[in-house]
């Protein structure tokens, strides 16, 4: 199922294949992802979630297949492109303070010779108090809780002003108050027309927080409109045996075939 949007498709990938060794992390992908959307990327442990938007970005290898943003090649688009990784992998032994990881951001439209300036630090402490930590700006990255950490990362990604917004499980491991804050964030760059693409564990709140989905098990079993593609029989071809657990009185209301959420909404 691709975009049913008449605009044509901000993401298009074809015939994607990844691999490690001799294992396919990903098959012969093909999508169309729709401009203006958040995007749940969403499947079982090691389905190729994070290899599908790493192999976008250009970070993985890829074996075949062509990847366009707004029927541009990727590295067109660069600058364009605002990615937060997963937690876990960042070093946060770093030693910086908030607001020097959040002008990061910035960089990538200065150029190699120019350093930010008042202008680029203004927009940076702006991020900062859009996820609500700008009174956190000088404290050392390593002394900030976990869910501090993460909407640091979210406001370097503010900074950067892109087009397109990738995000790696940013609910993972967070407090309340965090969730509600990047619930927030992706509200406000929704409402600015970008397109968000987003690594999503939680099943249940995939038709709360984002429009559509692209269920995956190194295949892509469903892609549409969240209501449309969360239904039973998708879940069962990505999960097997497990998928009798999640299709309950808690998902439920999701997984109706013929509840559509029509675009835009």
Known sequence: MTATSAAPPAVVVRDLTVAYGDRPALWDIDLDLPAGHLVAVVGPNGAGKTTLIKAILGLVPVAAGTIRLDQRPVRERRREIAYVPQRGTVDWDFPTDALDVVLMGTYGRLGYFRRPGAAERRLALESLEQVGIADLARRQIRQLSGGQQQRVFLARA??????????????????????????????????????????HHDLHTVREYFDYAVLLNVHVIASGYAPRVLIEKNLKRAYGDRAEALVGAELAPMVHAGDVVPPGT
């Open 158 to 199: 503010l900074a950067q002003r892109a087009e397109y917004y990738f995000m790696d499980e940013p609910f993972a491991g967070v407090d309340a108050t965090t969730e509600r804050a990047i619930v927030a964030l992706l509200g406000e760059l929704r409402r600015r027309g970008k397109t968000v693409i987003v690594v």
